[in-house]
């Protein structure tokens, strides 16, 4: 059971008062609105398999939000709500503006939280989340109001009991808070209830903190302010540690495992020394040597500076984009695949190292003896799904050690006479459930209001849009995109499967180019910045500001 | 060299807006103010070594500043000042008061800052702080205006450099911003200066991010509030996360190595299930397993509660304090001492069992078999000094490692059917640099305020004292205790020095007991509470809230 009730004064101060903040409604969502239908359907071309599982969510148009009236139901309706997938600040407040929203369009109506994700719904655990339930989670982080959980209602089984459950409830419609995946998921939820003839209505809210959920109608997905926010702060703190004890260098690793739009956010924010952008090293084609070599390159320009400190910063999913490490883990998953148990055996390095350079490419093979030992072995393990655990490799840590044999090298080659003192970091939970920023707070309540005019307008299948997010708030256009059209077909577990396309750092846009354009004076002069924490109060340059993201896309 | 000047432009909006930040002044510091000196000195009775080390510097009475007239002086002097060890968020704030202080009593009057730590004393190394300067670093973190290093002045050609330019500068005085190694050294320094009849004054400022140098006359070192609240930021932040997915647990690392100041403020803060004090264990007489039982036991009641998540916070230093671990480590050392070589063979864990079974005590090798593996092998190395590198033991990771092997036990004897996925975290570097709090901005600034004004009365020897810290700003009482009223004796590399005591957790003050009369509501219970980020403008409720470790030692 979740603990949904908390003393009134078992809660921190900034909590205390920032349950009283109200926040700022668009202006299309403010008084007397209606649902405005664009005239022609965004996609008419769709990929066979979508024609084929989606035949009743097809052609569906985007929908707006604009002042005047009529087309939104003023009946007492009922609408679920839950969260799927990971913690991103700001959830609480989609809940809030959702609970708003319905009772502001009539009193009667009744927001039903279904508890730890998606699997409540099977099972029908729920909560009513009552005015005065909400009250206590307004502005704060955390999913913790109802929980989360990462199942998909993909079974028939499992979705004949979402039906059941939410006709139950008599609901008129369900908000999934999630992801590319939640919000597909959404969509597969709305075909069902299409086909079985039910009226229970799907709408997705676009939540990451990776950021990798937008587009031309969805300009950020929400969390991402917060999250960026939280690591600029304690990445930019390590900068001015760096440059106060001027010894070490500080590896930081941030979240983001397909996308770099975290570190990119970050780098913005920041100025690092050095920063790696998956995308970039992606279309360049780097090697994993060729990354230590950028890094090495700048420890040896800083010492000649007379500088042994400073601050890399690279994303989670760094490996998984390098050119050679690509082929090698191809090659290494076929070999283990027929040659486990005798690969079991080869305990030391150099029988491993043998035995590959028989087995593999060249090339492959070089970049696996290029491994540190502990790697190496890790490499060799699988998971439970059978994939090789690319992702346990702490990549900080082995750039770190990379890092310090190529510079021991050219030490004894006399190219470089530096101290090397690397330091590891990895930011990914410290930002997930704090505060949400005035931005995310702001937006959440929009996406969730919304999303139950959404609802009241009687569609399916959307996911809630939201342009304009870098102007203020009354300017932003809050509407709907149906989820449809933004699926593509991706290869997921060895089967073709519709997906909602991640959206990954885009090298012509303004934000990667912005930071191409200035990485340069970032290298060997020191020009860090400290953003400094989160601040909800105070001068609206401080409080209110948008991620250099946002900011650099609109200008594009 | 350290870069200096900064383009006005390129400054955080909160680190532009922080600038002009203007900190409040106790009353004894404000208009007309005068130096009260103590009728009788605070200690009359001094350890032998003391009493020889310290000849010139005995017997002298603290000092306080009120308001009136008198005793300082108002000539044009040259004050220098210096970083001593590790970062304290404010640092830069002590040097703003410093030099307000200075220029307010006389503008001829000058600051130079040596650079990159007590070296730049005696290498001459050092920059003109002009306003103009120091306007760019108010307010801010880091000690990156002049950098900080770990040197000490002891030897005889060191201090006779220091004099030299010192007096070259022509200065009156120095102020040592460091913590208690750092003021025992201003106090050698002090001494050395008045045996030579030198009239440079050496003042130390209390700095610590540990919070372990405070007593009677200094209610807090610096640096300690906002590090405290950036790691209950974060380890704030992952309770939510923690109680938002509901399947983790967090072991969570804070700094101190010798105090828990840190954790146990944190504690106060957020409500963990779990929090170890290291004072406590080592009053207590814990032994490892003990910690691990009493981990486990929080594991098992929160499982049969439904609750398979939860947070544990320890301090750095834990190990040190645990009673077998103590004795472990004296035999070890030992044995290595007399067999190092033979032991580097032993590579298999069975042969490192079987050979400290013989070698060791019973209780010692028991100890020993109960660590991992890799841990094994990490005390078998030696560091630089030759010590036992316990403190590169990642307490959290051999915590998390122990408690799940007799979680296994447990679930096998049937007396456990919960789950158990550990996360570990480390928090230390992102909090040093912080910008400071209201509080450490505020408190800084009367330090270096103080500062001055110790000097311009004419003392030395004195470390800034603080008094009444846990009232509004006007009602500090700001002035100077003599450093060798707080020196006792203590074994350092095998020899006994002079050294200020650190002061621990005392498990009979308000702080440790307020904590143990409710940690029992925290275990099975989700009582988090959610600091979130600093805040600098807003309610003073959340922007000047001291820490709960000052608020319950003034209500002591």
């Known amino acids: 059971m ?50 084929e599982e989606f035949p009743n969510s097809l052609n569906k148009p985007v929908v707006r939000f604009v002042q005047g009236e009529g087309g939104l139901t003023t009946e007492a ?92 409830h008599n609901a008129r419609g369900l908000v999934v808070i999630g992801g590319d995946d939640s919000n597909t998921n959404a969509a597969v939820m709305a075909e069902y209830f299409l086909q079985q003839k039910s009226s229970v209505q799907v709408i997705g809210a676009p939540k990451t903190i990776d950021g990798d959920l937008k587009n031309d109608l969805i300009d950020a997905s929400f969390g991402f302010d917060t999250a960026a926010k939280v690591y600029s702060e304690l990445a930019g703190s390590i900068c001015r540690d760096s440059a106060s004890a001027r010894k070490y260098y500080h590896f930081i690793r941030l979240m983001g495992r397909a996308a770099s739009h975290v570190t990119l956010e970050v780098a913005l924010q920041i100025h690092p020394n050095l920063t790696i952008i998956s995308e970039e090293a992606e279309a360049a084609q780097w090697t994993l040597e060729q990354v230590v070599d950028q890094i090495v390159d700048v420890v040896v320009r800083r010492s000649a500076a007379g500088k042994n400190y400073g601050v890399i910063v690279i994303p989670e999913g760094l490996l998984e984009f390098l050119a050679d490490v690509k082929v090698m883990i191809s090659e290494l998953s076929d070999i283990l695949a027929a040659d486990e148990s005798h690969i079991k055996t080869l305990k030391r390095r150099t029988d491993r190292v043998d035995y590959f350079n028989q087995k593999m490419s060249p090339a492959a093979a070089a970049t696996y003896a290029f491994l540190p030992d502990s790697i190496q072995l890790t490499l060799l393990k699988r998971d439970k799904h059978g994939n090789i655990p690319l992702s346990q490799v702490e990549t900080e840590e082995l750039l770190m050690g990379l890092v310090s044999q190529k510079l021991k090298a050219l030490k004894s080659e006399g190219k470089y006479s530096g101290s090397f003192s690397p330091l590891g970091h990895f930011f990914g939970y410290e930002g997930r459930c704090v505060q949400p920023s005035n931005f995310d707070a702001d937006y959440c309540y929009a996406l969730g209001y919304t999303g139950a005019q959404l609802i009241r307008g009687g569609v399916t299948g959307y996911t809630i849009s939201a342009q304009n997010l870098a102007a203020p708030v009354e300017d932003w256009q809050m509407g709907g995109v149906p989820v449809t059209s933004m699926l593509v077909i991706e290869q997921r577990k060895g089967k073709p499967k519709p997906v909602i396309k991640k959206t990954l750092v885009d090298l012509q846009r303004g934000p990667f180019r912005y930071f191409a354009s200035h990485r340069g004076d970032w290298v060997e002069k020191d020009a860090f910045l400290y953003p400094g924490p989160i601040q909800y109060f105070g001068p609206s340059d401080v409080c209110d500001a948008r991620t250099k993201t946002l900011e650099l896309e609109a200008e594009d």
Chains 1, 2 share one sequence.
């Open 77 to 168: 309706i009922t609408v679920g709500v839950v969260f799927s997938g990971g913690q991103a600040p700001g959830g609480h407040n989609v809940i809030a503006g959702l609970l708003d929203a319905l009772k502001s369009a009539n009193p009667e109506s009744r927001l039903i939280g279904f508890l730890d994700g998606p699997i409540g719904i099977v099972k029908d655990n729920w909560i009513e989340l009552t005015p005065e339930l909400v009250q206590a989670y307004r502005n704060t982080g955390g999913f913790d109001m109802i929980g989360s959980g990462r199942d998909k209602i993909e079974k028939a089984a499992d979705l004949a009991a979402c039906k059941k459950t939410l006709e139950s």
């Open 2 to 51: 979740i603990d949904t009730q908390r003393a009134a004064d078992a809660v921190s101060p900034l909590d205390r008062i920032r349950q009283a903040y109200q926040p700022r409604l668009p202006r299309g969502l403010s008084g007397s609105i209606r649902l405005h239908l664009d005239p022609e359907p965004l996609v008419s071309d769709y990929p066979a398999q979508i024609l």
